[in-house]
């Protein structure tokens, strides 16, 4: 039997397939003990890029210690209240909050638990906000302040995306360190601008946190019936702070180490060399005696904290040989030019 062939046009190649990351997946209801004597309790958060934050409830006989508690606004606040109570706590039992770093969606809420307890607030020495709070609002306005932030969120992690002019400052108004003229001259793209008016939103929501214990680089705090030390790892932000329990091995590594994206790096503590910081911090917590369980802010719980740290460091790596050999092929350039050697197309600006 003769195959018979017909001549047909090339094959359109299937449409790219956004990788979902672990950090990307919505919060579970779910209270898993991670390790003895720490529960995992997701929170839902409207970052870009990311569909949950971990707060972690460390348990002993005085009650329950709170890590990272999430944003502020009601929808946070309600599923809070919510996991509390699946895990078997009410915010009575509530002892300490522990903030790892001066993201929002680590730190939003827990100005509001703080007031409600009257627990110890726990952070870096270095540990500042941002941005302070705008006077309370009712819940009406919460809720909508809530739902701007939300919508424009969402927008900022859509691919190729124009921004609505409506979620804009007007011309000359304030819009906060977003509306300046970024180091390098040049004006900030909508997408920076946009993140701007989600600060502004997010102000008319939260209580300032204030800390009442300050710790530095292997202090001990006492947690879950057991002494955890402090490790000080700055990159991510200048004040990050991570938690280790020589015993179980476990780390509470924030986002200092998380299982599969690779944490940005702040651009914001001048004249603080923020990558080689991190790449070193990185370094010592791989090198912590016997460090096992990683268990991160976004994402599932690890096993191999060291592994996982050669990962991050090796695409740095990569990620610097790439940016030289740009340098050496186009000569002088600007940051923009050089940014897009670096980064596809839609994340330009």
Not at 31 to 56: A, D, F, K, S
Not at 98 to 126: E, Q
């Amino acid at each position: 039997m003769t195959e018979r062939h017909s001549e047909t046009a090339p094959a359109s190649p299937p449409p790219r397939r956004r990788i979902t990351r672990q950090e990307q997946e919505p919060a579970s209801g779910e209270v898993t003990e991670v390790t003895p004597g720490v529960l995992r309790m997701q929170l839902p958060i409207w970052m870009p890029g990311l569909g949950h934050v971990n707060m972690y409830g460390l348990v002993d006989d005085r009650g329950v210690a709170l890590v990272d508690p999430g944003l502020p606004g009601p929808r946070s606040w309600s599923t809070l209240k919510r996991r509390l109570r699946s895990a078997g706590f009410e915010f009575r039992h509530v002892h300490t909050v522990v903030v790892t770093h001066s993201h929002p969606d680590h730190y939003g809420a827990a100005g509001h638990v703080v007031k409600k307890t009257g627990a110890r607030l726990v952070t870096h020495c270095a540990f500042e906000t941002f941005a302070e709070a705008s006077p309370p609002l009712g819940p009406s306005e919460a809720a909508d302040a809530e739902r701007e932030a939300a919508a424009l969120a969402a927008l900022l992690g859509v691919e190729n995306d124009v921004p609505p002019e409506d979620f804009l400052p007007s011309s000359g108004a304030a819009a906060g360190p977003f509306s300046n003229p970024t180091p390098w001259g040049e004006a900030q793209s909508n997408r920076w601008r946009m993140r701007g008016v989600i600060l502004r939103a997010f102000r008319r929501l939260f209580i300032a946190p204030r800390p009442t214990h300050r710790v530095r680089n292997d202090d001990v705090v006492t947690l879950a019936g057991r002494e955890w030390r402090a490790v000080y790892t700055p990159g991510h932000t200048p004040d990050h702070l991570c938690l280790f329990d020589p015993d179980s091995g476990a780390l509470l590594s924030g986002d200092h180490v998380l299982p599969t994206i690779t944490p940005h790096i702040s651009g914001m503590a001048e004249g603080f060399d923020t990558l080689g910081a991190y790449l070193a911090t990185l370094d010592h917590v791989a090198k912590l005696p016997d460090v096992g369980v990683g268990l991160p802010a976004h994402g599932h719980p690890f096993d191999d904290v060291p592994g996982r740290v050669a990962d991050i460091t090796a695409h740095h790596v990569e990620r610097m040989e790439k940016l030289a050999a740009a340098g050496e092929a186009l000569g002088p350039a600007t940051v923009r030019s050089l940014s897009r050697e670096l980064f596809p197309e839609r994340h330009w600006g």
